[in-house]
C-alpha cells in the first residue's frame, strides 16, 4: 500500500514553499526528470526515446555512477539535457546529520563538470536543515507534482503510465528513474507518455 501519493498534495507544496514542486505554467510544457543515473544500457536508451520526440528532460545523477560511467554522464550533456545533483551516495537526508549529508552533495557536485545548482534529495528525504543549508550554498531544492512509481515492483506497467497520464498537467514535475529496478515499467511508460502528450501538442523541457 503506497502512503506516498502519485500527484503531490497541495498542502505539502505549501508547507515547504522554498522547494520546487513544479513550474508556473505559460506554455504546454511538460518536466521529465530522471533520477538514479547513469546507468549502462538504461540511460542510453532514456536518451535515445527523447531524442526520437525532440524532448529535453532533467538527469538527476548520482556521483558516485558518474565515476562508474563517465561516457554515459558525457552522452547526457552532449544531448543537450540538464543535470542535477542526487547526493554521492544516494543517501537518506532524515538518518544523516546535516553536516556528513552537504558533504555527499558537495562531493556528488565535484564529479559535475558541468556545475548545477539543481538538487533532489533521494527518496524526498530532507531535513528542513539540511534543505536551508544546501539553499544558502545557492542549491534550488527540487522536488515533484508527479511520480510515476516506476520503482514499485508491486505495480504494473500499465498502472505506472496510468499515473502519468491522469495527474499531469501543465507545468508538472514528472519523475522516472533510469535506474536497473524501474526500468521495467519505465521502458514501457516513457515512450507512451512522449507520443500521448506530444500528440496533445504539449513540449517536454528540462529544468533550468
Given amino acids: 500500500m503506497k502512503i506516498t501519493p502519485v500527484k503531490t498534495p497541495v498542502v505539502a507544496k505549501k508547507i515547504f514553499p522554498s522547494y520546487i514542486w513544479d513550474i508556473a505554467p505559460t506554455h504546454k510544457e511538460l518536466y521529465l526528470t530522471f533520477d538514479d543515473g547513469p546507468t549502462p544500457k538504461i540511460t542510453n536508451w ?15 545523477c548520482i556521483g558516485n555512477n558518474i565515476d562508474k560511467h563517465p561516457s554515459i554522464y558525457n552522452d547526457i550533456l552532449k544531448d543537450g539535457h540538464t543535470i542535477g545533483n542526487h547526493t554521492q551516495n544516494h543517501v537518506k537526508g532524515w538518518s544523516t546529520k546535516t553536516k556528513a549529508y552537504v558533504i555527499d552533495v558537495n562531493e556528488a557536485q565535484t564529479r559535475m563538470r558541468s556545475k548545477t545548482h539543481l538538487f533532489r534529495p533521494p527518496y524526498g528525504q530532507i531535513t528542513p536543515k539540511q534543505g536551508k543549508k544546501l539553499m544558502e550554498l ?33 507545468g508538472s514535475i514528472i519523475v522516472f528513474h533510469d535506474s536497473i529496478k524501474a526500468s521495467k515499467n519505465m521502458m514501457y511508460t516513457l515512450p507512451k507518455v512522449l507520443e500521448y502528450f506530444s500528440k496533445k501538442g504539449y513540449k517536454f523541457k528540462s529544468l533550468s
Avoid: H, P, R
Wanted: glycine share 2%; proline share 0%.
Fill in 138 to 170: 545557492g542549491y534550488k531544492v527540487i522536488m515533484w507534482d508527479i511520480l510515476s512509481f516506476d520503482w514499485d515492483q508491486n505495480i504494473s506497467e500499465e498502472k505506472c503510465l496510468e499515473n502519468v497520464i491522469s495527474k499531469s498537467k501543465a
Fill in 46 to 60: 532514456t536518451l535515445d526515446i527523447l531524442k526520437q520526440y525532440d524532448a529535453k528532460a532533467t538527469f538527476f
